[in-house]
C-alpha cells in the first residue's frame, strides 16, 4: 500500500508485504479473481470496469516533457477509475495539434490506485476527438451521463482538494455565471468527493456534482 494511504502502525505490518499478484479476468463473467489467493480470499471477486489511466495532451510548450507517469492540468496519468466507456474528458489545448495520447489500461481499480498498481492489461479502445473554441479550463474534467466532475493534481490531498473546488467553481461560473456566494451554496450541498489517486508524485481529487442538482439552473448560451 502506497505511503499517503497507512498510518505509522499499518507501515510497519506492511513493510514486507510487497509481491506481485496475478488477476484473472473473465470477460464473459464480467469479474476478476485472483489466481492464487489466500486462505481467507478463496471466494473474492471484484466485478470488471475497464478504464485508462493516461489521458493527456501536451503541456505549454514553455514547459519541460513530464514522463508518461505524471500528471497536471494537461491530464497524464490522472488514474481516475470513472474515466470509463462513455466519459467525457475534457483537457486545455496548450500547442497545435494538442497531441493527445491514452493508454494505462486497467481492467479495475478501486479509488486512490492505493497499491501503486490496479488491474493492469491491455485494451483496444475507441474514441473521438473534438475542439471546443473559446473555452479555458483550470485541470482535468469529466463528465459521465449522471455527473460532472472537476479534478484536481497536486503534490498533496490538500492541495488536490483545493485544485478541484477551484475547477468545479470555475466550470460553475462559465456555465451558469453563478456569483461566488451561489458558487458556495451550490457546492455546500451537492458537492460529492473522491480521492482518485494517491499512488504517484501528484494526488489526485474529484469534485462530483450529479446533474439532477444542476437542472433547475440556465447554462449560459
Not at 505511503?3 to 496475478?22: C, I, T, Y
Not at 485541470?139 to 503534490?155: F, N, Q, Y
Not at 450541498?189 to 456534482?209: C, F, M, P, Q
Amino acid at each position: 500500500m502506497v505511503g499517503r494511504g497507512v498510518d505509522s502502525g499499518l507501515a510497519v505490518k506492511m513493510k514486507d508485504g510487497w509481491k506481485n499478484v496475478r488477476w484473472h479476468l473473465d470477460t464473459a463473467r464480467g469479474i476478476a479473481t485472483l489466481e492464487k489467493p489466500g486462505e481467507h480470499l478463496t471466494n473474492y471477486s471484484v466485478p470488471l470496469r475497464p478504464m485508462l489511466g493516461c489521458v493527456a495532451v501536451a503541456p505549454g510548450s514553455g514547459q519541460a516533457p513530464p514522463g508518461t507517469g505524471d500528471s497536471g492540468r494537461w491530464g497524464g496519468n490522472m488514474d481516475f477509475n470513472e474515466i470509463v466507456e462513455g466519459a467525457t474528458i475534457y483537457l486545455p489545448v496548450s500547442v497545435p495539434g494538442a497531441f493527445l495520447y491514452v493508454g494505462d489500461g486497467h481492467a479495475a481499480q478501486g479509488d486512490g490506485e492505493l497499491n501503486g498498481n490496479a488491474l493492469e492489461t491491455s485494451m483496444d479502445v475507441e474514441f473521438t476527438v473534438d475542439v471546443i473554441s473559446g473555452k479555458s479550463t483550470r485541470g482535468p474534467r469529466v463528465e459521465s451521463a449522471t455527473h460532472i466532475m472537476a479534478m484536481g493534481l497536486d503534490g498533496s490531498i490538500d492541495d488536490a482538494f483545493r485544485s478541484a473546488t477551484a475547477n468545479m467553481a470555475q466550470w460553475l461560473t462559465d456555465t451558469y455565471k453563478l456569483a461566488p456566494s451561489e458558487i458556495a451554496e451550490v457546492l455546500g450541498t451537492a458537492a460529492e468527493y473522491k480521492v482518485s489517486e494517491a499512488a504517484d508524485r501528484n494526488a489526485g481529487v474529484v469534485l462530483k456534482i450529479n446533474k439532477e442538482r444542476l437542472q433547475s439552473l440556465i447554462p449560459v448560451k
